[in-house]
C-alpha cells in the first residue's frame, strides 16, 4: 500500500510540477526567455528549438535579445518567431533580433487569466485522476483480499489528504500567477 501511495504523490508533485511549467510559458507584461521554449526554428533541416541557435539575453525588463551563434539564421529566426503564437514583431538590427514587449491592456490581462484558471482546472482534474486511479487499485487489492477493509478506509482517507494537499498547491500556483498577470 505504502507504495501505491508513493506513487500517487508522485504523480500529483508531477502534475503540479507541469501546471507550473505551462504557467511560465504564459506571457505577462515582462521578458521571460521561456515563452521562446516552444518556438523552434529550420536549422539545416531539423525543427531546433530557439535556445539551441542563439543566446538569449534580457537587456530591459521588456525586452529579450536573441543573438545567433550563425549570421545566417536571423532571417530563420525571425521568421519562426512570426510564424510563433507570441503576438510580437521581431525587431532585426543585423546582428540581433531584438523582441519588445509592449504593456498589456486590462483586457488582454483578464483573458490570461482565464487561460491560468483553465490550466489549473487541467491540473487540477489529472490530480483528481491520480487519486481515482489510487483508490481504484486500492480497492481490487481489497477485492483480492490482500488488504482489509479497514486498510482501505484507511488508504482513502491517506490519498484524500494527499490530493487536498497538491489541489491546494495547484490553487496557490494559480494565484501567483493572477497577481503576476494583474500586476501593473
Known sequence: MEELYQDAERRMKHAI???AHDFQTIRTGRANPIILERVH???YGTE?????????????????QI???????????E????????????TNDGTCIRLN????????RKELVKQVHARTE????????????????AKAKQKAKEISEDDLKSFENKIQKLTDKHVEEAHAH???????????
Open 79 to 90: 521568421k519562426a518567431i512570426l510564424k510563433s503564437d507570441l503576438n510580437l514583431t521581431p
Open 174 to 184: 494559480q494565484k501567483s500567477k493572477d497577481a503576476e498577470l494583474m500586476e501593473v
Open 122 to 137: 487541467q491540473g487540477i482534474v489529472a490530480i483528481r485522476n491520480v487519486r481515482r486511479d489510487a483508490i481504484e487499485h
Open 17 to 19: 510540477e507541469v501546471m
Open 48 to 64: 531546433t528549438p530557439v535556445n539551441q541557435v542563439a543566446s538569449i539575453s534580457i537587456p530591459e525588463p521588456r525586452q529579450i
Open 101 to 108: 514587449f509592449p504593456p498589456m491592456t486590462e483586457e488582454r
Open 41 to 43: 526554428v529550420e536549422y
Open 67 to 77: 543573438t545567433p551563434y550563425e549570421k545566417n539564421m536571423l532571417g530563420p529566426l
